[in-house]
């Protein structure tokens, strides 16, 4: 009885959150106003190297990302200085909920309840409790995890959790990772082969029409990687080889659709 009872609540409080976000959704793609993204730190390793790292950031550090954002809708006609405002919110005090297994359909249902309702409740109780777009950023010691977890997006909940590097070398990568999960808020899809991880032709390429077509010189922020050849591509280390692309830009409500 008292688990049902739990149950009943917790849909409850989603159900009003769910239209809460369905609102800011609607206002996020308007671009008449800067959205507003916090940005909520946390050392995955529980390292004091990480932990030094989380300490000394600040929020000029997410300047580029700003300054990025700025330019693409420029280059679209958005009418708006700065379509992205970045905040640092105070570290979490503990950790999203553990990614579920991309196999299992059920869990990953669950796991979204779940995170909905954490989300719900850590971002209540934050400085940056205001924000149009909450990015809960794990960082860790890539001296000791030089590989990292697939980072999420998710749009029903204008929030991302994201992987990254608790070391300053990594900056520019952080901010392609970021600024790719940022998208997923917005409506942006991925764009690249699930299976390859290369990036589709031609949404998921930055240049398209270039002749010849390879090797191509950025990569598209929704493609994720830079297309060498038919089989082959590269990481992009930082925002200065990267380009949002029309298909993207169509989705987060830069362009319309024809």
């Known amino acids: 009885m008292f688990k049902a009872a739990r149950i009943a609540v917790l849909l409850l409080i ?30 995955g390793d529980n390292s004091e190297k990480t932990k030094r790292y989380i300490a000394q950031l600040d929020p000029i550090d997410f300047a580029g990302m700003e300054r990025f954002l700025a330019k693409q809708a420029q280059a679209y006609g958005v009418d708006i200085d700065q379509p992205i405002s970045m905040y640092l919110a105070e570290p979490l005090s503990s950790s999203p909920p553990e990614q579920p297994d991309r196999s299992s359909t059920l869990a990953i249902m669950l796991w979204s309840l779940k995170f909905r309702y954490w989300n719900w409740q850590t971002k209540r109780n934050s400085s940056q409790a205001d924000a149009d777009i909450h990015l809960y950023v794990v960082y860790f010691d890539p001296d000791s995890t030089p590989v990292l977890q697939h980072s999420i997006g998710m749009q029903k909940s204008m929030a991302g959790i994201v992987n990254a590097y608790g070391d300053r070398r990594y900056t520019g990568s952080n901010h392609v990772v970021m600024t790719h999960e940022l998208l997923h808020t917005l409506g942006a899809t991925d764009k690249y082969n699930l299976q390859t991880g290369l990036p589709q032709f031609p949404e998921g390429y930055a240049e398209p029409g270039k002749k010849p077509l390879y090797p191509q010189r950025y990569a598209e922020i929704m493609g994720g990687h830079i297309p060498i050849d038919t089989n082959n591509k590269k990481m992009p280390t930082s925002l200065r080889q990267i380009t949002i692309g029309w298909h993207t830009a169509r989705e987060i409500n830069w362009v319309q659709a024809e």
């Open 14 to 43: 989603l159900i009003v959150v769910g239209g809460k976000t369905w609102l800011t959704q609607k206002h996020s793609i308007s671009w008449e106003h800067p959205l507003y993204v916090a940005v909520h730190p946390f050392s």
